[in-house]
């Protein structure tokens, strides 16, 4: 294992407020190089750099017979139900690796997974050219949709965040205005920049005033993706009648069904760039405040990275 993200998943797990097998060991985004090979195995060899999709499904299921993988009803993940990559070595089904170009480094491979779940998230949003996106959160994960969302033609890119660093971020990306939520009217702005309310809005906080913004910003017949993940007791109030009447489009965004490859094109061909998220590392032995550091939202992304 060369490197893998710390992820809000993560946390939920060491917490006990997800769902995980313990004592596995935790760990999905990573990417390392090959250093033995099962006898059944075929498309990998000794010193091979790869990339790991952690997400395993059965292939035989209702979902998994319905091109419906992520919904599978076996679904395990590397670092979530069995070991995974904070760790020095990690044992991977053949199937779930994927190659790693050279030009791509092992730090980078490290956000294919969480680059792959928003590549999900912009799909599901069909956004069409010209459209105003409105991007909630603007942490790793709503740094990387701002940057999705103006390849799938937005003519306009509007980010809320609270923390400074993270809006100078995102101004650095290619969006087109940036709210800082607590001192600004977040509606107002929105109204004054859009016809009636964005196009397209994309939740990517996962908390209740958020999910609940997402609503109020949008504009008749818009979509809302809910990608950040609310704590599973989090209730918002919707009326059914702000949906009916303005034939309102929610969906939830999860994980990544065959969207892993397109990352990793993404990556090769130089589109995506990390080169202005705030990396912090940290050696394995170092998990524990690694941890604390992705909990304070120190960093956009927090690595370890073995041997650093
Ligand atoms: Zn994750
Ligand atoms: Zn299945």
Redesign the pocket.
């Given at each position: 294992m060369k490197a893998c993200g710390i992820?809000?998943?993560d946390l939920h797990i060491f917490d006990g407020t997800a769902n995980s097998n313990p004592p596995v060991i935790l760990g999905?985004?990573y990417a390392g190089t090959v250093c033995e090979v099962g006898s059944n195995v075929s498309r990998f060899k000794k010193g091979d750099r790869v990339v790991v999709d952690p997400n395993i499904n059965c292939r035989h299921c209702y979902y998994c017979r319905h091109g419906l993988v992520h919904f599978c009803e076996n679904l395990t993940a590397l670092g979530v139900h069995i070991d995974g990559g904070f760790a020095e070595y990690s044992v991977v089904p053949e199937i779930q690796a994927y190659k790693l170009q050279d030009n791509i480094p092992f730090e980078w491979g490290a956000f294919v997974?969480?680059l792959s779940c928003s590549i999900h998230g912009v799909d599901l949003a069909n956004i069409q050219v010209g459209d105003t996106v409105v991007i909630l959160g603007a942490g790793a994960i709503g740094l990387m949709m701002i940057e999705l969302v103006s390849f799938s033609g937005a003519g306009k890119i509007i980010v809320v965040e609270p923390e400074e660093e993270r809006r100078e971020i995102a101004r650095l990306l290619t969006c087109d205005l940036v709210i800082d939520p607590i001192e600004e009217d977040v509606r107002d702005i929105t109204m004054k920049n859009t016809y009636d309310g964005a196009d397209v809005v994309i939740e990517c906080a996962g908390t209740p005033g958020t999910a609940r913004l997402a609503l109020d910003l949008i504009r008749r017949g818009g979509k809302i993706i809910f990608f950040g993940v609310c704590d599973k007791d989090v209730e918002i109030n919707i009326k059914p009648k702000e949906i009916y009447y303005t034939e309102l489009s929610i969906k939830g965004s999860f994980i990544n069904p065959y969207t892993f490859s397109r990352a990793i094109k993404l990556l090769s061909l130089g589109k995506i760039d990390f080169s202005k998220f705030n990396i912090m590392r940290f050696p394995l032995d170092e998990l524990l405040q690694a941890l604390e550091c992705h909990k304070e939202r120190k960093a956009t992304k927090t690595l370890l990275i073995p041997g650093s």
């Open positions: 992820c809000g998943t999905h985004e997974e969480p």
